[in-house]
């Protein structure tokens, strides 16, 4: 882990670039991606994983950390030095993600906003930037936004219902 001080300073996260993983589970799929983007070289990351994406979160939901936020990705091209990435796993050409995993990918969302100044027009479906249906045609552009949006709206009117506003 010697090198874990320089790798750490690699990404300026600008943008957060959503996935699927587009392939029919094994699941959990997190080991078959790590398979997967170690046969074509990803460089590891400071975690110990070749996953190319930052975080992927799981059918049921789960969260698994593939990189550190500020260490490099390997997800889109011209974008693995400034952005943040997320995939879900599934296959969003054929069917929706499940509740379990917009809820995670919400908190998530949430999470990287708050600490690294970003908002809705900052949230990107892959095919934005690279040539690719990534994140599935069953899922509208602004989709990813709208789960942050939403998040967010709960989140707020949550705090706002406990305003108590007599003098
Ligand atoms: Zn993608």
């Not at 090198?3 to 750490?8: D, N, V």
């Not at 908190?107 to 100044?117: D, G, H, Q, R, V």
Request: proline fraction near 5%.
């Amino acid at each position: 882990m010697g090198a874990t001080m320089e790798t750490k300073m690699e990404n300026d996260p600008k943008y957060i670039v959503v996935h699927h993983s587009a392939a029919v589970s094994p699941d959990p799929q997190f080991a078959a991606i790590e398979k997967w983007h170690a046969a074509r070289g990803f460089p590891i990351s400071s975690l110990g994983f070749h996953v190319g994406y930052h975080v992927v979160i799981e059918k049921d939901g789960e969260l698994v950390r593939a990189r550190e936020d500020l260490e490099r990705d390997t997800d889109a091209l011209g974008h693995n030095f400034d952005s943040l990435s997320v995939c879900l796993v599934g296959n969003f050409d054929a069917y929706k993600p499940t509740p379990a995993q917009v809820a995670t990918l919400a908190t998530l969302l949430s999470e990287w906003c708050n600490k690294y100044a970003l908002g809705p027009d900052d949230i990107f479906p892959h095919r934005h930037f690279n040539a690719t249906h990534c994140y599935g045609t069953k899922l509208a552009d602004n989709w990813a936004a709208y789960t942050f949006l939403r998040h967010e709206y709960d989140r707020l009117r949550g705090i706002i219902g406990d305003f108590d506003l007599q003098p």
